[in-house]
Every structure is written in structure tokens, then in C-alpha cells.
């Protein structure tokens, strides 16, 4: 009776087991949806314009044919390409205290509506994120929400991928726009 | 001998559970090398050249000291930069219905040879898809088929990751090209 | 007592087992940080002058309002955009036989420091290596080391992600750069 007992225990450890390893090793396979870390920013964008020099964070370096390095082109800016070093901060306040740097580049990439295409990352270096966040993807930023892509991450977000849905949260002529910026990460280590 | 013969099929159900599991566990780390997703798209190319703005779907932007911005660079046009929004169709017919833009930009990166370098994306909103596939990576142009990264996605291409495959399907002067990309996704969610 | 031992020696195989099973499925879910694949090489960047043109590796393409393309823009070079196609060396011999190219494009993105953004590829064809390794990120260069991102690979470096320590390894006026990239892949296939 002794010995029955401690082999139905047996079996029932067993069953246990087996099922709670299977399950770990299909989370290993199907990535589950919900991000394992999220992250929300704004970043401000000045553009040089000839005048600003003092408080410009980027600027125009190429242009097509038409266009020129002070003045957005026509069509859209079609081809306007544009370097920037943007304070990042946690509130949409563009004097708060920047907690990193938005540094990349952008470029307007289609004659008919303004859309963009956007290679940067966003680097940190405080007590609290130590490390870069590396975007890349297509921005229609007529869009009220569009998403692009984390690439890659080091420091604090060693290996990071996920997706950051930018939105536009202010837009003021052609000189000073702000991004929010929610970063949601699928991958992180 | 009743119990003998119970230890012994649970032994040997425990070798096939302990079998099964790791085999599970090692499918999410060793990524199976068929692609979980399979799409082939065309793109169309039209560089400006001052005299063609109405049907140009690309202009130089940046180039080296000795180019321009109307006609392609000497040295195997290294160092011209090019924007594009190209039209995707599902075939090679430069006026099928699109089904999406590729936009972004290449640029052309070796002296004695066509060679360039693509950061881009397939953008798509109808009801096949929506969403976009974001690319990067060296386009060793004179080789039939060349292998670029898809670095992520959005949309219905959430997270994805793979390889597309270049395949130049026509080249007309230095103002039209039209390229095949077979895109593998080994990563989809 | 036999089957007293039987049944011992079940139950320390089954932990065992268990435990290898657990820490296989984890493998699969939390990345290990060994790399899978470790490589070290050196590139060399020769930027156009406007005198050196048989030397030149690389040429700028893009600059702000206040620059040039034969000489790098004051304030950090903030805004110069730069095509290379740089030779690939396993020692810091720039006359060494080059083992493959470093193509793609770096540009300035800090007024007050020296601080790049990097989107390139190692490409390879050889007899040691055949593919192709791309990668993105931001490259503040004033610091002994920094981390960019391996964003993916073809050939050899199929679906490859990881991350590039790059070192400045020698730099002569604002003619001759070397980097070391030390490679560590942390997905391989």
C-alpha cells in the first residue's frame, strides 16, 4: 500500500513537471504580446532656418534639386534630408530638464503629403536609463498615431526590439515640432 | 511483478516526456529555417533628372564634391544619395494598381563598382495589408540576387524579421530601374 | 529493498531530468549572455579633401548651410553626411589584405562634441566569411568604447543580432580614422 502511494505521488510529480516545462518552452517559442518594459517621451525638434542658430537642434543638410539648406522644399519637402540632436524629456515641456538626446536623422520622402522616413536613436546616459534605443521605419506623420520599429538597444536595453508609436503633439510652422514617443518593447534581457 | 512492470512504463513514459520537453525548448532557440512568411512585391524607380518631375518617384538629395544633383555622380555615382517613394506592384508592370510605397533612401557607396546601400520601407494600407516592413542593408547591385535584412515590422508585419532577396528586374539608362524583392520572414507574430 | 533503490534512483533521475528540461525551455525565453559568435576587425576611413582623391575611402554627401563638402563643417561637423566604402582588416595594418568592406554612411549629430550616427554593413566574400552583417546606432565618439546595434545579417550572418563595440584605434587630423569593432552576436542560426 506504502509503495503504491509513493508511486501514484510519483506520477502525479511527473505530470506536474512535464507540464510546467512544456509551458516554459512555449513561451521560449511564441512571443507573448505584452511589452516587457514601456517607455514614454517627447522629443523637441528646432530646425536651423538661416536665423536660429543658437537655439536650432538640427538641420537641413541635404535637399533635392529644387530645394535648398535654409528653407523647407516644396512638394512636400520631398527629399529634404535633416540631422538632429533633440532634447528628450519626460513631460511636453520643451525647457524641462532633457533626461537624453534624440540624435539621427529624418527625411521627408513623399511630393504629394508630408510623410517621413526616420533612422535615430535616443540616447541615455543618467542614473536612470544608461544606454541607447535604436528606431528605424516609415513616419506618415499626417497620421494621428504611426508605429515604427526598435531595431536593436545597448547599455539598459541590451538587445531590445518592439515597436514606438509616435504621435505628433505639437507642430508650430515650420521651425519647432514635438513627438511623443511610446516606446513599447517585446524583447528585452 | 505487477509493480515492476508499472515502474518500468513509467520509466519509459518518463524518458518520452523528458525527450519531448527538451525538444520543445530547443525549438525556441534554434529558429527553424522556413520562412513563417512569404511575400514577393516589385518596385519602380524613377530618378529625376531635371527634365522628368511629374513621373520622378526618387531625387538625388546629397552627393559627392564632384556631382550633382540632376545627373548621377562619376565613379560609380559613390556617394549619391537618393529619396525615393516608389510604387509596389504585384507585378513588373510599372502601371499595375499599387498595392503600397517603398520609401526611404539608397545611396551608392563604392568607386569602381554599383554598389549601394538601402534604408527603407514598404508602407501598406488596404485590405490585403496594413502595416509596415522595414529594410536595411548592402546592395552589391551587379550581383543577380543580393540579400538584404528586414529589421522590423508594424502592423500585419508586427515584429517581423528576416531576409529579402534583391533581384534587379529591368534597368533602363540611369532613370529607370524596377526591382523584384522576395521577402522571407523567419520571425512573425 | 530492491525496489526501494528502484524507486530512489527513479526520483534523483527525474529531478535531474526536470531540471535539465527547465533549464533548456528558459534558454529559449531568457537570451543567455554569451555571445554565439565572436569576431574582431578593423576599419579604415579616408575622407575626401578635395586633394586625395586616389586615397579617399569615403566622401561627404551632405552638409548644413555653414559647410562644404571638401572640408569638415565647424561646430563638431554637426550636419556633415558621409558615404564611405572603407577596407575591412583583421590587424590595425592599413596596408594588411583586406578581408571584406565596411559600406554605408556616418554622419555628425552633436554642436558641442563629437558624437556620429552610423547606418552600414560588413560585406564579405571570401572563402572565410560570405554574407553580410548590418548595423545601426548611435556612436558618441569621444568615449574609449561605445555600443552600436547588429540589427541582422545574410549568408554567414544569417538573422544575426547583437552588438558592435566600436573603439577609435587611431586618429589623424580629420583625414584618417580606424575603428575596432569587436562583434558580438548573441542570435546566431
Redesign the interface.
Known amino acids: 500500500m506504502e ?1 503504491k502511494n ?2 501514484l505521488s ?2 502525479l ?2 505530470l506536474l ?2 507540464i ?3 509551458t ?6 511564441i ?1 507573448v ?1 505584452r511589452p516587457c518594459k514601456r517607455l514614454m517621451f517627447y522629443f523637441h525638434d528646432i530646425i ?1 532656418n ?1 536665423k536660429n542658430s543658437k537655439n536650432a537642434t538640427s ?7 529644387w530645394g ?3 528653407i523647407m522644399a516644396g512638394q512636400s519637402h ?4 535633416v ?3 533633440d532634447p528628450i524629456t519626460l513631460d511636453n515641456n520643451l525647457h524641462s530638464t532633457p533626461v537624453g ?1 534624440a ?3 529624418y ?5 504629394d503629403i508630408f ?1 517621413a ?1 526616420l ?3 535616443f ?1 541615455f546616459n543618467s542614473t536612470r536609463h544608461k ?2 534605443i ?1 528606431f ?3 513616419d ?1 506623420l499626417m497620421n494621428k498615431t504611426r ?9 539598459d536595453f ?2 531590445a ?3 514606438a508609436t509616435l504621435m505628433t503633439d505639437a507642430f508650430e510652422g515650420e521651425v519647432y515640432f514635438r513627438l511623443r514617443v511610446d516606446i513599447k518593447l ?2 528585452c ?1
Do not use: H
Request: net charge positive; glycine share 16%; charged share 15%.
Open positions: 509503495l509513493l508511486i510519483f506520477f510529480l511527473f513537471v512535464g510546467s516545462s512544456t516554459a518552452a512555449s513561451t521560449g517559442k512571443k504580446r536651423y538661416g538641420a537641413i543638410v541635404g535637399a533635392p534639386a535648398n539648406r535654409t520631398f527629399g529634404d534630408m540631422v538632429f540632436d538626446r540624435q539621427g536623422f527625411l521627408y520622402d513623399q511630393k510623410t522616413w533612422g535615430f536613436s540616447v544606454g541607447s535604436n528605424a521605419g516609415a506618415p508605429d515604427i520599429s526598435v531595431v536593436g538597444g545597448t547599455g541590451f538587445m526590439r518592439g515597436i517585446y524583447e534581457c
